[in-house]
């Protein structure tokens, strides 16, 4: 919002052509043009009851609840607060007694027909419905006849119930799915009293965003799965965090009951997530309580199982393996990974690899970009809300960053920006592209550069801000290729900010913090080649799991094989811990503080709500206590010492120091000095014309193991398939649905063939890491792109 | 344009030629074809000038059609009598495209002229779009014809056809560079559609409820946010007759104020029901109602009770206001309004609490479900009066129907003056905490019905048996 008091310190007051000035109840407030009455009185101590405005969606004025008077020229008229524009010298008032009476009036006619279930009601507690009829309400109903009645809550999604006796029809569930999220699954259904929010039939509300609905119901009406009836509103404590399940960094509040996590909701943040989340962020706290958690440490015994032992004998024994493996030289230690944790782990396990002098570190799966794009002009997430043209260079957002995807989907939808969508497939914005330059793998760069000679496009670069998201769009397309195309578009339009989208949730702090190769170390395909050749001696794993996330099958086993012994630092038991030498359980999200970075290098708090399940602890102690085991003093032993000594030794995170910020809305970190790419030849790879080039990416709900571990979501993704282009279906011979043969240069598997107008002709869409069959048999982490064969099985 | 492939006379197979128009001695703007059983047909409105006002039209430039139009002063017929002319020049210059959308969801209790004119003399509508299509600048017109009128929704795309088919709509009309295409749509039979802004969204293809205002008029922001023009179905026919005979002509028929004529559907207890093409502005209510041109007086010769004078909406009036003329600047401060143009008679046999219902109950039934208060306050308005008809409510539920209207209509409520009753009449319109008409309009007909007629109600209550309660004198030793 922005401030129209001008401060003493400006000796110049700029006149806001915009600045309006209204009397609310007497008192002076400061407005907008074009802002509503209920927005400007939401600044002062008076409350006007709402129950269909929300300040983050266009005004309905459906529940009539925030009737108010403005005084005319014909004297006092009620209108709707949330509907009727301030204007200059306007004089409103909110509480007189025709108010009064309109406002008792209209919650007594809400609540005619509301079935005051409260006791038994989620809701109950922190319910607007409740907290209104209480200061706004008339006291007692004078309504005898009997209320409406429908069958008790009916699931409208696999997550999400609705009971339409307590719903008051405000409108806001069905605004926010059209609106916000752009899936108008439920809508009004019936007329006049028996009006209801219904589902289109055998069409469930299966939106990634259908929790958000749950959050801003006014009353009970809307109830999600994993949290009714596990707690009441006063048996709840609440943290203010910052969600992890990807790098968008979305703020929340995380909520407890009896140590237990029972409830994220979203928090508004302006710079970040306006107060929404995606389902799987929402939901995925079921994790943390699951009982697959590991509570103490594992070591290999002499049959070769995994058997429980103290932290005393893991720690030395992990101290041990480093030091045997540092004996032979510091190039066969590698830690991978770290983007899981806390700023403050990464750092600490930096430090740690800092001084056993192991440079090969990577907090990339192979599946990154190189840390270079951070030093490129950076864009922020709220640049996308004033960019003129947003260019989408980036996997499809819908699918691994959902509530950025709100963002640009909203900028496309009031047309404040146009959104240029570079893609191997149609992403879920391609409905809202101005331009859709839809290419096979391969050949950005050239497409890019060839759309330099379109005057259309050029002018629309020209024409303003631009905002490049950059991130990786095709798993089976080399990074290098990512950054060419990056080239081109940086070439055209000199003056854009680039935003790349790495979508492992602290994968930026983590870089930041150290967790990167240096002095020549090696990356994560690095050290897994060199681990299957036998040179790796001590692997870590820190909360990485080659097995199931690195996107090349052969080359992870063979790596995860070849290294002598494997560290792993984890939540639960995966493919890859299971066959670590030991596991040292750790404390996940909720269970220890510190801070994270998000994609647009924002530091904000992650709160501790809950006690670390069983014995496990945070990253960064276990690096402190392997330091002190291996006789390295890493110079701090509690959090806050870990987090003073990160802001003093990384000049990134220096502006962290401001800890109120980091616990609200987070502050950038420090760019360093910028750099410029350098644009390759621009030589396209072809393809031969029998082979189909592979499209992979993830799906939102994957077999990830926050995901797998929450019953609520573990149920909602789908089984891989190959999808290709309907035109391209009979060219293949096999039915949509049939299994066929898929062959790459790496493997050969067997899975369905599907089609889908998203993808191009003569290319395949793969969706990664889902169950059945395992594309990442087909990957080559080593080659630019990937070409298939699809085969009908005979 | 495809062939529309509706089976063509099904409909009127079902309903033989629309009866209910009572010609008379009068002036025709409107109704003049009437007369003939093929009035719907091209041959017969070519035979009797049909498409001259759009030839008339096409030889003027189009802000002088636009004058003469507004210079007729043509009221809007639909409800809240707009002059025509004004709104169509309320819609922004330089903006394109313009709409002309066609409110033929006619659907206010007791009104039906414009499915006369829509089943009689299609191709007058379709003119009278085309020369507001001309005049206001409109580049497409969408025609929204009520849900149930299966009649009206055959003759109109028939008609539709057969000027597409002899070049009157489409592309450069008569040989002009005048250009214009007509949509038909049907509703799905909802009375709120009739609200203009619930139309546009419905057309739009969203469930149709009223839209926000402000924008206050769709003229600024209407169909798929562009400028629109809507019109009623009676005000768009009026235009080819002005057309071929000017607006001097036009205005010399009426007062200055409501030029013209009029269609007025009288029901009820009447002699002689039917829809009757009117002078405006000095026809009474006594002269259609007792005239022997018009209804012929009262059935049976009993006594007149109550008319409603303007739709289901329109607070009622009494025997005390049958000398009103048809001019809304007299109706509106004696407590009610002129609105679609339908009078419901009722005599002094009528059961007055059960008249009430029928018109709650229509008003309950027929709310989108937008706003609260009528929504949940029109519902509980016919629960209360079902239980006082049902001789089970109480003085408290009689009291409690103002409660409740209040909540719909806070402030004073319009109402007719009745001397007997020492009623002084309460200007109409009312002040609503609803977005549109429909809420209030549930409280309307109830609030002055029981105003009316209060005894009527209050005998249908509950008698309460009084227990005589004797006061026991307190011991004074008690007291000490």
């Known amino acids: 919002m922005t401030t129209l008091d001008s401060s003493d310190t400006t000796p110049e007051v700029v006149v806001d052509p915009n600045a309006v000035s209204v009397t609310i109840n007497g008192k002076v407030v400061a407005a907008r043009k074009g802002e509503m009455i209920i927005a400007a009185a939401d600044r002062t101590d008076d409350f006007i009851p709402r129950f269909c405005y929300h300040p983050r969606m266009e005004p309905v004025g459906m529940c009539r609840q925030c009737l108010v008077e403005v005084v005319g020229p014909r004297g006092p008229m009620m209108v709707v607060s949330c509907m009727t524009p301030v204007a200059d010298g306007q004089v409103v008032n909110t509480a007189t007694e025709g108010v009064k009476k309109a406002q008792e009036g209209m919650l007594e006619l809400l609540l005619a027909n509301h079935p005051l279930d409260c006791p038994v009601c989620d809701k109950g507690g922190e319910c607007p419905l409740q907290d209104q009829a209480f200061s706004h309400g008339p006291g ?600 066929v043969r898929v062959t790459s240069p790496r493997g050969t598997i067997v899975m369905p063939l599907q089609e889908s107008v998203d993808v191009l002709r003569g290319t395949a869409w793969l969706p990664i890491n889902l169950g059945g069959s395992d594309v990442r048999e087909l990957l080559d982490v080593t080659k630019d792109v990937i070409d298939l064969k699809i085969e009908k099985m005979s | 344009m495809d062939e529309w492939k509706g089976s063509v006379m099904t409909a009127a197979i079902r309903y033989p030629h629309a009866t209910g128009f009572v010609a008379g001695d009068r002036p025709k703007i409107v109704t003049s074809r009437f007369e003939h059983a093929d009035s719907f047909t091209l041959e017969r409105f070519l035979a009797t000038g049909g498409y001259a006002g759009l030839r008339k039209a096409l030889e003027r430039a189009a802000t002088d059609v636009h004058e003469e139009v507004k210079s007729a002063t043509v009221l809007g017929r639909g409800g809240a009598g707009f002059p025509a002319g004004t709104k169509w020049g309320l819609t922004p210059q330089q903006v394109f495209p313009k709409y002309l959308v066609v409110n033929g969801d006619e659907s206010e209790p007791g009104t039906y002229k414009d499915r006369l004119l829509m089943e009689c003399d299609p191709h007058q509508l379709i003119e009278g779009c085309l020369i507001a299509c001309y005049a206001a600048g409109l580049s497409q017109c969408f025609l929204y014809i009520r849900g149930e009128m299966a009649l009206a929704q055959e003759r109109v795309a028939v008609a539709l056809n057969e000027a597409y088919a002899a070049g009157y709509v489409g592309k450069n009309i008569l040989g002009s560079k005048f250009s214009v295409d007509i949509v038909l749509h049907w509703g799905a039979g909802a009375y709120v559609v009739g609200e203009e802004t619930a139309l546009i969204e419905s057309l739009e293809g969203n469930r149709g409820m009223p839209r926000l205002k402000p924008p206050f008029f769709p003229a600024a922001n209407g169909l798929y946010g562009q400028p629109t023009i809507v019109n009623n179905v009676e005000t768009l026919a009026n235009l080819p007759w002005l057309m071929v005979n000017g607006s001097e002509a036009y205005t010399a028929i009426g007062t200055k104020t409501s030029p013209g004529t009029r269609m007025v559907a009288v029901s009820g207890h009447v002699k002689n029901p039917g829809v009757f093409e009117i002078i405006n502005g000095t026809t009474t209510f006594r002269d259609l109602i007792y005239g022997a041109e018009f209804c012929g007086g009262i059935l049976n010769d009993n006594e007149l009770k109550a008319f409603v004078p303007g739709g289901g909406s329109a607070p009622w009036f009494t025997a005390d206001q049958l000398d009103l003329p048809f001019e809304a600047s007299q109706v509106g401060p004696a407590g009610s309004m002129l609105g679609s143009g339908a009078i419901m008679v009722m005599d002094s046999t009528t059961d007055i609490p059960a008249a009430a219902l029928t018109l709650t109950h229509f008003y309950a039934h027929e709310s989108c479900g937008k706003c609260t208060p009528c929504r949940e306050g029109g519902t509980w308005l016919e629960r209360i009066l079902t239980r006082i008809v049902n001789g089970t409510g109480t003085e408290a539920d009689l009291q409690q129907i103002f409660e409740v209207g209040a909540m719909i209509c806070p402030g004073d409520f319009p109402n007719a003056s009745n001397e007997k009753l020492g009623l002084a009449a309460v200007p109409f319109p009312y002040k609503m905490t609803t977005i549109c008409f429909v809420g209030p309009s549930a409280f309307a007909p109830l609030h002055s019905a029981i105003t009316l007629f209060r005894s009527e109600f209050e005998a249908r209550l509950v008698k309460r048996i009084s227990i005589p309660v004797t006061a026991v004198s307190t011991p004074s030793a008690v007291l000490a």
């Open chain 1, 140 to 739: 007692e109903s004078r309504f005898v006849e009997e209320k409406r009645h429908y069958e008790k809550p009916i699931a409208i999604s696999e997550n999400v119930y609705l009971d339409r006796e307590r719903c008051i029809l405000c409108d806001r569930c069905t605004r926010f799915a059209d609106e916000v999220a752009g899936d108008a699954l439920i809508s009004f259904t019936s007329r006049g009293n028996n009006t209801q929010v219904m589902t289109f039939p055998d069409e469930p509300f299966s939106s990634y965003f259908s929790g958000n609905t749950v959050q801003i119901c006014p009353v009970g009406a809307l109830t999600a799965k994993p949290y009714r009836f596990k707690a009441r509103p006063w048996d709840i404590e609440h943290v203010e965090s910052t969600c992890t399940t990807c790098s968008v960094g979305c703020r929340t509040v995380v909520q407890s009951s009896r140590d237990e996590l029972v409830r994220y909701q979203g928090v508004d943040s302006q710079p970040v997530n306006w107060g929404w989340l995606c389902d799987k962020g929402r939901f995925n706290f079921e994790s943390i309580n699951s009982k697959d958690r590991l509570t103490t440490p594992l070591i290999k015994d002499a049959s070769g199982n995994l058997s429980a032992t103290s932290w005393s004998v893991a720690i030395d024994s992990a101290a041990r393996m480093v030091r045997t493996a540092l004996l032979s030289s510091p190039q066969s230690v590698a830690i991978i990974g770290g983007a899981r944790g806390t700023n403050e782990d990464a750092f600490a396990w930096a430090q740690l690899a800092n001084a056993l002098g192991v440079d090969s570190r990577d907090s990339q799966l192979a599946d990154g970009l190189p840390p270079q794009v951070f030093s490129l002009p950076q864009a922020t997430i709220a640049d996308i809300d004033t960019a003129k043209t947003i260019i989408l260079l980036a996997p499809d957002l819908k699918e691994e960053l959902p509530v950025l995807y709100l963002r640009v989907r909203r900028a496309a939808e009031k047309r404040t920006g146009r959104v240029v969508e570079v893609s191997p497939r149609a992403t879920g914005l391609a409905g809202k592209a101005w331009k859709k330059v839809h290419v096979e793998p391969g050949k950005t760069a050239a497409a890019l550069r060839a759309l330099s000679t379109d005057a259309a496009f050029t002018a629309q670069l020209a024409s303003g801000s631009v905002v490049v998201i950059v991130g990786r769009m095709n798993l089976a397309e080399s990074e290098e290729s990512v950054v060419y195309a990056l080239a081109e578009v940086l070439h055209m339009a000199p003056h854009a900010t680039v935003l790349p989208v790495l979508r492992r949730a602290n994968v930026r702090g983590a870089i930041t913090a150290g967790l990167t190769p240096r002095n020549g170390g090696k990356s994560t395909a690095e050290i897994l080649e060199a681990a299957a050749a036998g040179k790796i001696e001590c692997l870590v794993l820190l909360g990485a799991d080659p097995l199931s996330d690195v996107p090349d099958a052969d080359l992870a086993r063979r790596g995860i094989s070849g290294a002598r012994n494997i560290i792993a630092i984890d939540t639960f038991i995966t493919q890859s811990s299971a066959l670590a030498d030991i596991v040292l359980p750790a404390a996940a999200y909720g269970e220890k503080e510190g801070t994270t970075t998000n994609i647009e290098g924002r530091i904000s708090n992650v709160a501790q709500s809950i006690t670390p399940v069983g014995t496990s602890r945070p990253d960064w102690m276990i690096a402190v206590e392997l330091g002190a085991a291996t006789s390295h003093d890493l110079g701090f032993a509690s959090y806050n010492e870990v987090h003073a000594a990160m802001i003093s030794g990384v000049s990134e995170f220096a502006s962290a120091v401001d800890t109120h910020a980091v616990e609200h809305d987070g502050v950038i970190v420090a760019h360093p000095t910028p750099i410029t790419l350098t644009r390759a030849d621009g030589a396209s790879i072809e393809r031969n014309s029998y082979d189909y080039r592979a499209v992979v990416s993830r799906k939102l709900y994957d077999n990830a193991i926050g995901t797998a571990k929450s019953p609520s979501l573990a149920t909602l993704g789908v089984a891989s398939a190959i999808i290709v282009n309907p035109l391209d279906v009979p060219r293949i011979g096999a039915q949509v649905g049939e299994s």
